[in-house]
């Protein structure tokens, strides 16, 4: 796994900002480092390069790469790299090196940027042939791609931080970005936090000449009309899902490196590493994280498991002490603000579990492509009666209850099965919104609605189309989550759900091989039968939580109120209804309002970050 950074069209800037820019990225790859001037027609630039040496760590994987006209530096593992090889030395070409990134060279001289739909991985790339620049990211989105525009120039980078290093580069807050944020607690594709920045969408390519976009396009993207088209029975089902979960596995497991797993206990992470052991050969190390708080605590079941795969198992516990060791990183770890606060556990996970290994991997995926959630399940008791009710009767309803408990009142405000979803998921739900920002949020120029409308023309299920409208924006929450904190410690995390093949064949899957009698994951629990005892893993889903509600009452409290009611927050930020904001903390510490604990850990990590970035809104 390694960094990305260049520009190009800045003739102000240098070598020496190129390299500042790679430098910032050390830490998603402290093995080595390059960078090298590039032309784009007229226009010149630099590439810069952090690497990860996991394929081929000899100096033969040193990037920036150049082989015949292209010129790439890439972040991420294409695992069928030697099958792509295999087709081009037949084509001709040949390879001084054992790693993917020359191969993907090779196949963009073949096959120019159409050589991204030929390979299966986890990427973000720049590239050149001369002639234009191309960004690229995969199709998941499991690695990150933020590019800058300014007048005719372009600056890339694979986080936050190394832009910042652009000494022109503007802090100004983007305001429906922010919006964005209070919303979902996460700033989706193309969106980004500041002004002139954007993310590149997962499944795209960008491409860039003379000064401007010209394409920005996906490569691929997931066939609605193959959804629910699965003809064969339960059992052939879940044979040719072992087959090929399996195969991504075995993939997966290419490295010159160690190799370990993830094992929370839960579904996705028991089944990859049951798979995974068989495949080793020898102890496979897992890894797991608990709290101190019982109820949080999923540690145990982590290593029952472990016993029962005779895997050599570390387990690890989290504290409180930790928690505040970890909370002030927060804006510097993400880039922007990130309100899944599951990445405080994710950061010790990934800390000690490179202290032993250099690749994890990692049941993600599963929930988003095989029905985990329970809010999938328990679609028709979300919306319940409600349907009857008059739209606006349901708001007004809805928004009486809302401060007092928000799981009840925002299950109210909806139109769309697309806008049920946000108000049942998001943190800042219709009814609370123009309370904390003094205006409604145009929902209907969202990606997200414009997904949702085009699923619900599909006529699928209520619980299908929150699956897929999570499988493309949540989960990229999630996936942003674990690849920050994992990278923050130079840990690379492959994701075997999310192989191309797994996902194009669990879209096929009718909503019945989704969810049966009330029981989430129901074709994956078929499949992990064949490898673990069921009463080692049958429990109701827990998630990756912590007791964020007592914490905020507690051991965090003074932090909450210093950085968000002291003076400082409500002169800099005229676009958050603060009044509004002290009554909901209040009624969190005295217990008077339910489910605010979201709302509140979204506001606070918004001003931890914009203080410390020294944001500023124009």
């Known amino acids: 796994m390694c960094g990305v950074a260049g520009f190009l069209n800045f003739p102000q800037y240098g070598a020496e900002v190129c390299r500042d820019m790679t430098d910032s990225l050390a830490h998603r790859g402290p093995d080595d480092s390059g960078i090298e001037a590039v032309s784009v027609g007229k226009l ?47 084509r001709g070409y040949q390879f001084s090196s054992h790693c993917d990134t020359e191969v993907l060279c090779q196949a963009l001289n073949e096959w120019g940027i159409e050589a991204l739909d030929h390979f299966d991985g986890m990427f973000a790339l720049a590239a050149t042939n001369g002639e234009s620049l191309y960004l ?17 120039g372009i600056a890339f980078a694979s986080e936050m931080q190394a832009l910042e290093k652009l000494p022109d580069f503007e802090r100004r807050i983007d305001l429906d970005a922010f919006h964005e944020y209070l919303v979902f607690g996460y700033i989706s594709a193309p969106r980004a936090i500041y002004s002139n920045t954007f993310k590149l969408e997962n499944a795209h390519f960008l491409e860039w000449k003379n000064g401007a ?7 691929w993207q997931i066939d609605l009309d193959a959804t629910s088209t699965f003809q064969g029975t339960e059992e052939e089902a879940v044979e040719q899902l072992d087959e090929l979960l399996r195969d991504s596995v075995r993939h997966r497991l290419i490295a010159d490196t160690p190799v370990g797993t993830f094992l929370s206990g839960g579904i996705d992470s028991t089944l990859i590493s049951a798979m995974t052991q068989e495949f080793t050969g020898g102890k496979l190390q897992t890894f797991s994280i608990g709290f101190e708080e019982a109820a949080y605590n999923e540690a145990p079941y982590a290593r029952a498991i472990a016993e029962y795969l005779e895997t050599d198992h570390h387990e690890y516990t989290m504290s409180v002490k930790e928690l505040f060791e970890y909370v002030n990183q927060i804006p510097e770890i993400c880039g922007e ?22 690749v994890a991997l990692s049941g993600d995926g599963g929930d988003e492509h095989f029905g985990g959630y329970p809010h999938y399940r328990d679609f028709d008791q979300i919306i319940g009666k409600h349907r009857m009710l008059p739209a606006l009767l349901r708001y007004s309803i809805g928004r009486l209850l809302t401060p007092v408990s928000a799981e ?66 949540y989960m990229n929450n999630v996936l942003t989550k674990v690849d ?118 979204a506001l606070f990590i918004f001003e931890l970050w914009r203080q410390q970035k020294k944001a500023y809104f124009s």
């Not at 899944?340 to 250099?358: A, C, E, F, K, Q």
């Not at 108000?423 to 969202?446: L, T």
């Not at 930020?573 to 209040?586: D, K, M, Q, V």
């Open 136 to 152: 690229a990211r995969d199709r998941w989105g499991v690695k990150p791609m933020y590019y800058y525009l300014h007048n005719e």
């Open 408 to 473: 009840r009142g925002r299950r109210l405000s909806w139109r769309t099965l697309t806008e049920l979803h946000t108000c049942n998921s998001g943190v800042f739900s219709y009814q609370d919104f123009d309370r904390i920002a003094g205006k409604r949020y145009p929902i209907q120029k969202s990606a997200f609605y414009q997904w949702g409308k085009k699923l619900e023309a599909r006529k699928l299920s209520g619980g299908r189309i929150w699956q897929c409208l999570d499988q493309v924006f």
């Open 213 to 219: 976009i010209v394409r920005n396009q996906p490569f």
């Open 337 to 358: 603000p990130l309100c899944d606060h599951g990445i405080l556990p994710m950061l010790l996970l990934s800390h000690n579990t490179r202290s032993l290994v250099t």
């Open 44 to 90: 010149s630039g630099w590439f810069g390069h952090r690497r990860l040496a996991v394929l081929d760590l000899s100096p033969a994987g040193h990037q920036p790469m150049t082989r015949g006209k292209w010129t790439v530096v890439f972040n991420g593992e294409l695992y069928n790299f030697r099958e792509v090889a295999v087709q081009l030395r037949d």
């Open 484 to 601: 920050r904190a994992s990278m923050h410690y130079s840990l690379e995390v492959r994701t075997p759900l999310l192989a191309r093949g797994v996902t194009e064949f669990a879209n096929t899957l009718p909503d019945s091989f989704m969810i049966r009698n009330g029981n989430t994951k129901y074709l994956l629990k078929k499949l992990l039968e064949k490898y673990v005892p069921r009463r080692l893993w049958e429990r109701e889903k827990q998630g990756f939580g912590i007791p964020l509600a007592s914490w905020l009452r507690n051991e965090l409290q003074g932090n909450v109120r210093e950085l968000l009611f002291s003076g400082r927050a409500e002169k800099e930020n005229p676009y958050l209804n603060f009044s509004y904001a002290r009554t909901l903390f209040n009624g969190l510490c005295d217990q008077s309002y339910k489910n605010r604990e979201q709302a509140i850990w």
